[in-house]
């Protein structure tokens, strides 16, 4: 585990453009279609089916292009982008939830399962499986339940986001790995 108190080492990440292929292992990215088009794979597959759907504009400032702690919400899929289609980033790390049957039965002793205070079981991220997006245009991401994710995070002083996911996600459904405390690295967005 890493020291809380030393100065981080500092892991530089190439963001990556955010298309249908290269984010198909964190969740979609949405782009237009046309009106009156049935619904079908290339619109958001999504699971709100564990409450009551929220969706909002977020007014966040201040979110410069690096982080040290991602989170993950095990029950439900989330969807964010950027109102006006300003560019903007997202950290991420393939879902880990583990299910509660595989973690009684793990008579390997997997000692990496961390149960989260919200209740589920989960893999913590490698630091060597973060990755970071760039999203630009009139498009948003729909995140897959699990995916780790850090962000929205952007290079101007402030900047509005859609988001849909539960009316309680960040209050019964908001898991953070830290990054800093647990491997002694902060991430730093190369663009």
């Not at 979110?63 to 289609?85: D, E, M, N, W, Y």
């Not at 790390?93 to 595989?102: E, H, I, Q, R, T």
């Not at 989260?116 to 989960?122: P, R």
């Amino acid at each position: 585990m890493g020291d809380s108190k030393a100065k981080p080492e500092v892991v530089e990440v190439k963001a990556i453009e955010a298309t249908a292929e290269s984010f198909e292992e964190y969740g979609q990215v949405i782009e237009a279609s046309p009106d009156g088009d049935e619904f079908g794979p290339q619109d958001a597959q999504l699971d709100l089916s564990r409450g009551i759907p929220r969706f909002y504009i977020m007014h966040i400032e201040n979110r410069p292009l690096k982080f040290s702690t991602i989170t993950h919400h095990a029950s439900v899929t989330q969807c964010l982008g950027s109102v006006g289609g300003h560019a903007w980033y997202l950290g991420v790390a393939k879902p880990s939830v583990v299910d509660n049957y595989k973690v009684k039965d793990d008579t390997g002793g997997n000692n990496e399962i961390v149960q989260s205070h919200c209740g589920h079981f989960y893999v913590p991220p490698a630091v060597e499986s973060v990755r970071v997006f760039r999203v630009e245009g009139s498009k948003f991401l729909k995140l897959n339940r699990g995916t780790w994710h850090a962000g929205p995070l952007f290079k101007a002083d402030t900047m509005d986001f859609y988001n849909l996911e539960l009316s309680n996600t960040n209050v019964v459904d908001h898991t953070t790995h830290n990054f800093k405390r647990e491997n002694g690295v902060a991430f730093l967005i190369n663009d």
